[in-house]
């Protein structure tokens, strides 16, 4: 049930930030995890972070992005946003949004980090 919309990539110089969102339509948005994920060119897509209905938050590749990264989400929105600071070039991807209890993907959105 639902649809995912991501907003907010583009363009930016390392050590810039990007803010992106996802905007998700259905009823239950509040009980369901919601993740990140991002697919680099040539590389198979990955699990960037989670955040579950009760706010707990979990990133997959903790060296590379925890500390920069922070997923979190509003209920009252239906949406989950992805706040990326310090960004590097190797952060240069589609980010992906996916509804973790249906397995439902947005159509992505693209990041490139570049000077």
């Known amino acids: 049930q639902g649809q995912l919309v991501e907003s907010g990539g583009g363009l930016v110089q390392p050590g810039g930030s990007l803010r992106l969102s996802c905007a998700a339509t259905?009823?239950?948005?509040?009980?369901?995890?919601m993740a990140w994920y991002r697919q680099a060119p040539g590389k198979q897509r990955e699990l960037v972070a989670t955040?579950?209905?009760?706010?707990?938050?979990?990133?997959a590749h903790a060296d590379s992005v925890k500390g920069r990264f922070t997923i979190s989400r509003d209920n009252a929105k239906n949406t989950v946003m992805l706040q990326m600071n310090s960004l590097k070039p190797e952060d240069t991807a589609v980010y992906y949004c996916?509804?973790?209890?249906?397995?439902?993907w947005g159509q992505g959105t693209q990041v490139t980090v570049s000077s």
């Open positions: 996916r509804d973790e209890l249906f397995g439902y």
């Open positions: 259905g009823s239950i948005f509040s009980i369901k995890t």
């Open positions: 955040i579950t209905s009760s706010g707990t938050t979990n990133y």
